[in-house]
């Protein structure tokens, strides 16, 4: 069975760090390009940055300079290191394994920035 678990959501004020982490299951880790999506409410779910399998990275607009995304290859883990957070980035984050076959999704954690 293939399993994405988030971990290290919490409660952060603006202008601090999180530090999210996702491990997935090893079957599917070496062929995904892993990802992170955010989704706060009333608004879609949106990409937040994808890492290949060759670690090639992608981000959205709002997130670069400011998120980075990581792979374990050997761990079987992503991470996503939130650096200077602001309020607007509060949401819940999942990770998504996309494989060639489907997507595969976490049950979420929460990030909200506030003071």
């Known amino acids: 069975q293939v399993r994405l678990v988030e971990s290290g959501g919490g409660l952060v004020q603006p202008g601090g760090s999180l530090r999210l982490s996702c491990a997935a299951s090893?079957?599917?880790?070496?062929?995904?390009?892993m990802g992170w999506y955010r989704q706060a409410p009333g608004k879609q779910r949106e990409l937040v940055a994808t890492?290949?399998?060759?670690?090639?990275?992608n981000y959205a607009d709002s997130v670069k300079g400011r998120f980075t995304v990581s792979r374990d290859n050997a761990q079987n883990t992503v991470q996503l290191q939130m650096n200077s957070l602001k309020p607007e980035d509060t949401a819940v984050y999942y990770c998504?394994?996309?494989?060639?076959?489907?997507?595969?999704w976490g049950q979420g954690t929460q990030v909200t920035v506030s003071s």
């Open positions: 998504n394994a996309n494989t060639n076959w489907r997507a595969y």
């Open positions: 090893r079957s599917i880790f070496s062929v995904a390009t």
């Open positions: 890492i290949t399998v060759q670690s090639n990275t």
